[in-house]
């Protein structure tokens, strides 16, 4: 659809080859319309990870499509893939990822000095705003707690707005309070700036907070929860892990 930020279809992703070949995605199809917020789940090893690696451009599909606002990534050489990863795609890890030796607002401003521009102050600042820390511009990663560091994360993966911000498991590494704090301004974001999110969680609550939880069960989606909160999408994770041995 003309209005989706994401669009997979069939696609599917092989590692390894002979008697070693795993399919950790089978054929996923999969539409993410502009300024929504999609939570994925599933077992571990269901695939979450891959999908989104495909999904951002970080890895390609054995086979099938990948629409990032309708550029179908399959089409573009190396280059061209790193360019519209660096405009037009956000990433946060679990693994902050910031580097040490930084303060947040030179973290924040990396992209765009990664991208040959010279960043405006003023720009970076109010993006460190808007995620609450417009008063700890100059401190250094390891002068901040795990849930500052992780929203200076998404300041920097903010600051070339893109098209599609993706995390993968964004709260893994925080204390329930503090990725609650991260998850609600995830959610501000979709409804106040149209942002469009696509999130992995194990989390149960981290992924009430989406409007659509879609469910990954052995490389392939295996249906998705709307408008429910988290005891259904926790009672839903419990019958596709199975009962516990
Ligand atoms: P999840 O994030 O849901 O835990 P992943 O997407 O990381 O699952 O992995 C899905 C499957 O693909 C797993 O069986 C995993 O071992 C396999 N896999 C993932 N990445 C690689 C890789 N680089 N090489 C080989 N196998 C991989
Ligand atoms: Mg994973």
Redesign the pocket.
């Given at each position: 659809m003309e209005n989706d930020a994401i669009q997979l279809k069939d696609v599917t992703?092989v590692?390894?080859a002979g008697d070693r070949v795993?399919?950790?995605?089978d054929r996923v199809s999969l539409d993410v319309p502009r300024g929504t917020f999609t939570a994925v789940m599933?077992?571990?090893?269901?695939?979450?990870?891959?999908?989104?690696?495909c999904a951002a451009g970080l890895d390609r599909p054995t086979s099938g499509s990948v629409r990032v606002g309708g550029t179908e990534l399959g089409g573009l050489g190396e280059t061209r893939l790193t360019l519209l990863r660096r405009d037009r795609i956000g990433f946060v890890f679990q693994a902050f990822n910031l580097l040490p030796a930084l303060t947040a607002e030179q973290n924040v401003a990396l992209p765009l000095r990664l991208a040959g521009r010279r960043p405006a102050r003023a720009e970076v600042r109010e993006v460190l705003a808007r995620v609450g820390l417009g008063d700890r511009a100059r401190h250094r990663p390891a002068q901040l707690s795990g849930g500052q560091q992780q929203r200076v994360a998404l300041a920097r993966a903010l600051i070339t707005r893109p098209e599609v911000l993706f995390g993968?498991e964004p709260t893994g590494a925080l204390d329930s309070q503090t990725g609650r704090e991260v998850l609600a301004l995830l959610r501000a974001m979709v409804d106040t700036e149209r942002q469009t999110v696509v999130m992995?969680t194990h989390d149960p609550v981290a992924a009430s907070y989406a409007d659509r939880v879609v469910f990954?069960a052995d490389?392939r989606v295996n249906g998705e929860l709307r408008g429910v909160g988290a005891q259904d999408i926790a009672a839903r994770m419990t019958a596709l892990e199975g009962a516990p041995c």
């Open positions: 992703r590692f390894g795993v399919t950790a995605l599933g077992p571990s090893g269901s695939g979450k990870s891959t999908l989104l690696q993968d992995v990954l490389g």
